[in-house]
């Protein structure tokens, strides 16, 4: 007896929605696309990234990408003409989950993109190596979790669990500021190349690295300084300070100091993380937790922290009492590291080698 298709519902046919709207139609599930634009979401269904346009009751998930300031009456939106798990792609998380209280939704962020906009640029591959942010909460009920975790790694993707505003504090810093300072730097040499008409011919890869994020769609970005607006000026402060550090140094002739600055710089640079991978040598945790909500989210948060990739997850539960066994597949270097910090918790795990 084959298995019921799956089913599921995009909302927001854009550049992201698109694309996870090919990826599921090419992992067999059936897919709803809804967008407050008749044109784009016809044109998902042209492309082959939705069967249908309209809600779809019996999605198992839905998935909303739409601007972070539509994401919360989204979801609502979600929750009530969907039964299943809801999740969003909003680049800040501590305001739409701290208003979606429902233990249906999980809160996510897709670390992907691309300078092609809208539905013509979404591919089925755009989360392949890319880090996927969930960000659970006490609400959030394990098997939604679980059903979303899976999701996004079965498009390829890294998953990393992260309290919300422990998200938004980190992302002002690796993507926000990023993106506002690369605006800003080709601002200044746009308005330099009016008196010196070569100047952007010159522009060689560095600056063209520095500079590539801020040819983004830029209609996103007032919703995301809004919502994220603490972070991002602490960030940018920080930023401000580090370049008149370095203002000084320039301006000082200080030979030494720059070249402590850019070695350190350098070698941070080369130490830069590339994803997690996938381990070869693993163990088994067996974690026994209270069947209550927010065990989930604390473990797996707790692991984002010690800075463990969780390979693999499954809970089961006991017939008798309020009791339930976590079941983690985690790199065998470094699961001493996360027994402690567990136990440091109160929580009693057991290790074995996995066969």
């Not at 492309?47 to 919360?72: E, K, N, Q, Y």
């Not at 010159?202 to 040819?215: K, V």
């Amino acid at each position: 007896m084959t298995s019921p298709q799956r089913r599921a519902t995009i909302v927001g046919t854009g550049l992201i929605g698109g694309s996870v709207g090919l990826a599921m139609k090419n992992d067999g599930w059936h897919v709803s696309a809804v967008d407050a634009d008749a044109e784009t979401v016809n044109e998902a269904v042209r492309r082959g990234a939705a069967d249908v346009v309209g809600w779809d009751p019996d999605s198992d998930l839905t998935i909303v990408a739409a601007p972070v300031g539509s994401i919360v009456e989204l979801v609502e939106m979600a929750l009530e003409r969907t039964s299943g798990v809801v999740s969003d792609v909003g680049s800040t998380k501590a305001d739409i989950c701290s208003a979606i209280l429902s233990p249906r939704f999980v809160g996510g962020h897709p670390m992907a993109g691309s300078e092609q906009d809208g539905i013509s640029g979404a591919t089925s591959d755009l989360f392949a190596g890319a880090m996927w942010v969930l960000t659970p909460s006490e609400s959030t009920d394990e098997g939604a979790f679980s059903m979303v975790r899976s999701f996004v790694r079965s498009m390829g993707a890294e998953t990393i669990a992260l309290p919300a505003d422990v998200h938004d504090e980190l992302v002002a810093q690796v993507s926000h500021v990023p993106h506002l300072t690369a605006a800003a730097l080709m601002n200044l040499a746009e308005s330099g190349s009016v008196e010196h008409r070569a100047l952007l011919r010159l522009a060689a890869g560095g600056f063209r690295d520095m500079t590539r994020i801020s040819a983004g769609r830029p209609s996103i970005w007032p919703d995301i300084c809004v919502a994220n607006q603490t972070a991002i000026v602490g960030s940018l402060d920080q930023l401000i300070g580090a370049l008149e550090q370095m203002r000084k140094l320039v301006a000082d002739q200080d030979r030494s100091g720059l070249l402590g600055v850019l070695d350190q710089a350098r070698t941070a640079r080369l130490n830069l993380p590339v994803g997690y991978g996938q381990a070869e040598n693993v163990v088994e945790l067996a974690v026994p937790i209270p069947d209550r909500p927010g065990e989930i989210a604390a473990i797996a948060t707790l692991a984002a922290e010690l800075d463990v990739n969780i390979l693999d997850l499954e809970i089961t539960h006991s017939g008798e009492g309020r009791q339930g066994v976590m079941m983690l597949i985690v790199d065998a270097d470094k699961s001493e590291r996360f027994v402690g910090g567990l136990m440091a918790r109160k929580y009693r795990p057991t290790v074995r080698d996995v066969d």
